[in-house]
T-cell receptor, first 113, second 110 residues
Framework: GAGVSQSPSNKVTEKGKDVELRCDPISGHTALYWYRQSLGQGLEFLIYFQGNSAPDKSGLPSDRFSAERTGGSVSTLTIQRTQQEDSAVYLC???????????FGSGTQLSVL | DAKTTQPNSMESNEEEPVHLPCNHSTISGTDYIHWYRQLPSQGPEYVIHGLTSNVNNRMASLAIAEDRKSSTLILHRATLRDAAVYYCILTDNQGGKLIFGQGTELSVKP
């Protein structure tokens, strides 16, 4: 596609349930990022994939959060046993080649009831 | 990661220039200065970046201090559509891990 695609755009879940958020980066982009943005706050870095290198997981807030990137393309962010404080917009971005620009998706609004 | 400091908010009048400051006193020699902006209910979008020299593109200009401890994003003629949160970010090597701060919320008055 022309841009970074995220699905679903909205997700409502109950506390304690697991959720999976999907990111389709721009074709050919080797770097992929996940960020979280709580209401009225700035972007919080979660995880960064670069090619075949080990991902930088330094921003994941707890072991309930994990992410994988299959085949160097699509990425899935998984949150296990969701808590109300996990409610936020989850943003994915990708970057390609030698370009310094990050291209962001529109995000997934996660609401944990 | 080197930190940046920006004012929480700024106001501008439509069609006037806007200068958005950013302090980064702990910047290292290999850090690039990036600016992104986030319009309401959207993901951030790239604005401009630079290393040492001033940079211009169709969206904005980036003025970098000679000691690189500060920079200024310049919008030459603000429009209502420029109302957004502007983030100044440092990153080592090209791209890498971008850590966003709180940014500056720019309001543009008609």
């Amino acid at each position: 596609g022309a841009g970074v695609s995220q699905s679903p755009s909205n997700k409502v879940t109950e506390k304690g349930k697991d959720v999976e958020l999907r990111c389709d980066p721009i074709s050919g982009h080797t770097a992929l990022y996940w960020y979280r943005q709580s209401l009225g706050q700035g972007l919080e870095f979660l995880i960064y994939f670069q090619g075949n290198s080990a991902p930088d997981k330094s921003g994941l807030p707890s072991d309930r959060f994990s992410a994988e990137r299959t085949g160097g393309s699509v990425s899935t962010l998984t949150i296990q046993r969701t808590q109300q404080e996990d409610s936020a917009v989850y943003l994915c971005a990708s970057r390609g080649g030698t370009s310094e620009k990050l291209f962001f998706g529109s995000g997934t609004q996660l609401s944990v009831l | 990661d080197a930190k940046t400091t920006q004012p929480n908010s700024m106001e501008s009048n439509e069609e006037e220039p806007v200068h958005l400051p950013c302090n980064h006193s702990t910047i290292s020699g290999t850090d690039y200065i990036h600016w992104y902006r986030q319009l309401p209910s959207q993901g951030p979008e790239y604005v401009i970046h630079g290393l040492t020299s001033n940079v211009n593109n169709r969206m904005a200009s980036l003025a970098i201090a000679e000691d690189r401890k500060s920079s200024t994003l310049i919008l030459h003629r603000a429009t209502l559509r420029d109302a957004a949160v502007y983030y100044c970010i440092l990153t080592d090597n090209q791209g890498g891990k971008l850590i966003f701060g709180q940014g500056t919320e720019l309001s543009v008055k008609p």
